[in-house]
């Protein structure tokens, strides 16, 4: 595929290709959050031992700057009796949030050695991270890092604004900058307003945080509001708004995303 590219010493692969855990892709543009695994189908080359190999894998992604973002020196270190699965499959796995961002662009370089021999075989591949422009933001004298949605049962991030009727569906926002700190803790408020394609109400919450404060660290680190959908009469898509903003000033954040449920 375009953007990867393969270098085989001693070791070879029949195929290496993207998917998304369930799926094969070809893009290389990934939405804040997405998880997306790099395939190496039938490793063939590995010294043998007893009719066990023993690969090792190292993953390093570097950003724009040349700084090294994430790093894992074996991703098979926990296969200490080796492998005798035929073909053999390795797979890295990655999901591009925190220290990954939005609006960058980044290499992704790994290494498969034999932990017996000689042998190695490496790839490289650049990919870029979005935002998902389906949430709209409205920001008032703050800034963000990250806004996404995200399911708890199915622990990814949703990219495509489908979620599944009794999903616990997070909207979630990281590194909110800008809100007033008083003796290291922030006084904020949470909105929560869900209508159906009806203009039936579904959730209306007017502040889920109530009048206690929260540490100004945990605050920027991530906030996040969380909602079900369990009729199975909504009509898509359903409008949802969450609005977090600062009871000692007038600053806040409105985000909007149409969710369709299925």
């Not at 800034?143 to 999903?167: C, G, M, P, Q, W």
Request: charged content about 25%; some cysteine.
């Amino acid at each position: 595929m375009a953007g990867l590219t393969t270098d085989g010493d001693g070791l070879s692969c029949e195929n290496v290709y993207l998917s998304d855990g369930n799926n094969n892709i070809s893009k290389t543009s990934f939405i804040y959050g997405e998880k997306f695994y790099l395939n190496f189908e039938d490793v063939r080359g590995l010294s043998k031992d007893h009719d066990h190999t023993f690969p090792g894998m190292k993953l390093v992604i570097v950003g724009e700057a040349g700084d090294t973002v994430m790093r894992n020196d074996d991703l098979y270190s926990h296969y200490t009796d080796g492998m005798d699965f035929s073909p053999l499959l390795l797979q890295s796995n990655i999901t591009v949030a925190n220290p990954i961002h939005s609006g960058g662009t980044y290499t992704m370089y790994t290494t498969i050695w034999d932990k017996k021999g000689e042998g190695t075989y490496k790839a490289q591949m650049n990919f870029d991270v979005v935002a998902n422009d389906k949430i709209k933001i409205e920001a008032q004298d703050v800034s963000y890092d990250e806004i996404y949605l995200f399911s708890e049962e199915r622990k990814v991030a949703i990219a495509d604004n489908s979620a599944k009727l009794y999903e616990n569906v997070y909207m979630i926002v990281e590194g909110v900058e800008g809100f007033v700190a008083e003796e290291g803790k922030v006084l904020a408020g949470m909105s929560m307003l869900a209508k159906d394609a009806a203009g039936e109400v579904l959730l209306d919450e007017p502040d889920l945080l109530g009048d206690s404060a929260t540490d100004i660290s945990e605050f920027q680190f991530r906030i996040a509001a969380s909602a079900v959908f369990m009729d199975p009469k909504i009509k898509n898509p359903v409008r949802w708004r969450v609005v977090i903003w600062d009871k000692k000033s007038k600053r806040r954040i409105t985000a909007t995303t149409d969710l369709v449920l299925n």
